[in-house]
Each structure stands twice: as structure tokens, then as C-alpha cells.
């Protein structure tokens, strides 16, 4: 990432809407917002995301596995505004299984890149898919897009809910129990 052309660049949209870059405030503004994005962004330093799922073998287990109610913060792409919510991840291992907290590894380092949520949704089920071989993989997120709520439609109570299925839940009959339990509080 390159830190000191970020620096230019809020200095520069800092000088287009009409600020003073030099005001005493706004001095630090163009290298914090670098160090931020240096953070936000760090999921764009991962090209494969699917080797987080370091898998374990496989316990007898013919049930499905839901993760629910992972936090994560994204930036979308057309405004590089945050959306923020939860992912819940529904999976039945087969030959392999994977430590449940590298579900939420997956879904940080995913959401931690300019995005759009039904891409998201999409790739974290193909790395799960790929990374562990499940007999079937369902994602739901929802979230809050500050796009919608603070400019444009300026609706601030709403959300969007976006699914993707593979193997044994691409079929939405089996996506209906799943949906309903990630769904209970």
C-alpha cells in the first residue's frame, strides 16, 4: 500500500471541497486517514483466502455446523463508505472441519477490501467450499450500508440480507431450516 500517495490524495479532497489542508486540525488528517486504510484494507494483502481454513480432521458428525452472528466491517466500492453487520455461516463438514474461529478470520479478511456485499457473501461460501470440501455451505449477511443511510435515500433503518448456497444448500428447499435458525436471536 502505498501510504504517501493516499497522504496526497486526502490532501488533495480536503483542498477540492474547499478546505485548508494546513488548518491545525486537519495537519495529521491525510496521514491518519493512510495508517486507517492501511488497517481497513489489510484483507487485500490476502490473495487466497481459503488456506485460513487450516482444517482438522473430520469428527463423525452428519449435522450441520452454524456459525452465527459474526461481526465485520466493509467499505463499499462505488461510494468508500462503510457497510457493516453480521455474517452467519452454515456448514456440514465431510471429510474435513475447521477451528470455528477461523470462520471469523475468513469473513475479516474478506470484508477488509473495497466490496460489495452479494461479492462478498458469494466468497467467503467458495473459499469455505474450497478450503474444506463441505457437504454444503450457506451464507447469510446482513448489513447496514452507510451509503443508503447518509446520502442519496437517507434511509438509516434499513438493511440488506444477501445468501449464497453451495453443494447440499444451493437447493433453496434445504435453505429454508437454515435460514429460520440463523434467523432466531
Do not use: W
Amino acid at each position: 500500500m502505498d501510504k504517501k500517495k493516499i497522504q496526497k490524495a486526502i490532501k488533495m479532497i480536503l483542498e477540492a471541497i474547499g478546505e485548508d489542508p494546513k488548518r491545525k486540525a486537519l495537519i495529521k488528517t491525510p496521514e491518519r486517514v493512510a495508517e486507517m486504510y492501511e488497517e481497513i484494507f489489510r484483507g487485500l494483502k490476502t490473495d487466497k483466502p481459503h488456506n485460513i481454513l487450516k482444517s482438522l480432521p473430520s469428527e463423525k458428525n452428519e449435522g450441520t455446523v452454524i456459525v452465527k452472528n459474526i461481526s465485520f466491517y466493509s467499505m463499499c466500492e462505488h461510494h468508500l463508505v462503510p457497510f457493516f453487520g453480521k455474517a452467519h455461516i452454515a456448514y456440514v463438514p465431510d471429510k474435513k472441519m475447521v477451528g470455528l474461529s477461523k470462520f471469523a478470520r475468513l469473513v475479516d479478511v474478506l470484508s477488509a477490501r473495497p466490496q460489495v456485499q452479494e461479492r462478498l457473501t458469494r466468497q467467503v461460501a467458495d473459499s469455505i467450499l474450497a478450503g474444506l470440501s463441505p457437504k454444503g455451505v450457506f451464507v447469510m449477511i446482513e448489513a447496514t450500508h452507510l451509503c443508503m443511510a447518509m446520502r442519496g435515500i437517507k434511509k438509516d433503518k434499513s438493511s440488506v440480507i444477501t445468501t449464497c448456497g453451495k453443494g447440499i444448500f444451493y437447493n433453496k428447499k434445504n435453505q429454508t431450516g437454515i435460514i429460520s435458525l440463523m434467523a432466531k436471536k
